[in-house]
């Protein structure tokens, strides 16, 4: 009876210890997760913004036709897109101008007579 006491004893005594290094380990299991993490996060930023770049961009006309894009590494704004095969139809002439309506001010009221009669 005595052996089984000191055994108990004793493991009660270690069941801190036995705690603390579950907590380190998990511990350590975490910052090592949280590495990756950031690790991982880094990578696909980095490729988002550096990654690959496509030589070649399609698009598809309405009759179903595919078409090449020309790539620009830098956007050119004064000149749009250029397609290889350029379906659009020409452009319609712009209408003629409207002209501003006049405005008409109605005459002004007459002003009264002396004697309180109305004007005539």
Not at 41 to 49: E, M, R
């Amino acid at each position: 009876m005595e052996a089984t006491r000191r055994d108990a004893m004793l493991s009660y005594k270690s069941r801190p210890e036995f705690y603390r290094r579950l907590y380190r380990v998990i511990l350590r299991v975490v910052f090592v997760n949280s590495f990756v993490l950031a690790a991982l996060c880094a990578l696909t930023v980095y490729l988002g913004f550096y990654g690959f770049k496509p030589e070649h961009y399609f698009t598809t006309s309405p009759s179903g036709k595919i078409i090449e894009l020309k790539y620009h590494a830098v956007p050119v704004f004064a000149q749009p897109l250029e397609s290889q095969q350029s379906n659009a139809p020409a452009p319609a002439q712009a209408p003629e101008p409207v002209q501003p309506a006049t405005v008409t001010q109605p005459p002004p009221p007459a002003p009264p007579a002396p004697n309180g009669q109305p004007a005539q």
